[in-house]
Nanobody
Framework: QVQLVESGGGLVQAGGSLRLSCAAS????????MGWFRQAPGKEREFVAA????????YYADSVKGRFTISRDNAKNTVLLQMNSLKLEDTAVYYC?????????????????WGQGTQVTVSS
């Protein structure tokens, strides 16, 4: 059992930066891979970024590569998503997820637990 609490969403101008945080509690945090997904109105939930349990491997969607950075601090049971050079098309609800299934980290099915989501709105 893992509980995920997200924070850091809000309104930001295009070209600006925002940092999302996800705090985990329950089972051993380092046993879980962590991912960020997002869903815009009328669209399917899509993969954004993921990081392995020990932090040794990271993965990014092509649309955010070079702009977003995922990281984790297992001592604090947190995962972060640093978002730079934000674009209007980054506007979405962002979800934190934790998983211990042996699937590819870019797949939604890898993840057992999901946060409540946090709104990110990028303005012109």
């Amino acid at each position: 059992q893992v509980q995920l609490v997200e924070s850091g969403g809000g309104l930001v101008q295009a070209g600006g930066s925002l940092r999302l945080s996800c705090a985990a509690s329950g089972d051993t945090f380092s046993s879980y891979s962590m991912g960020w997904f997002r869903q815009a109105p009328g669209k399917e939930r899509e993969f954004v970024a993921a990081i392995s349990g020990g932090g040794g491997s990271t993965y990014y969607a092509d649309s955010v590569k070079g702009r977003f950075t995922i990281s984790r601090d297992n001592a604090k049971n947190t995962v972060l998503l640093q978002m730079n050079s934000l674009k209007l098309e980054d506007t979405a609800v962002y979800y934190c997820a934790a998983g211990n299934r042996k699937y590819y980290l870019t797949n939604r099915g890898t993840y057992n637990y999901w946060g409540q989501g946090t709104q990110v709105t990028v303005s012109s």
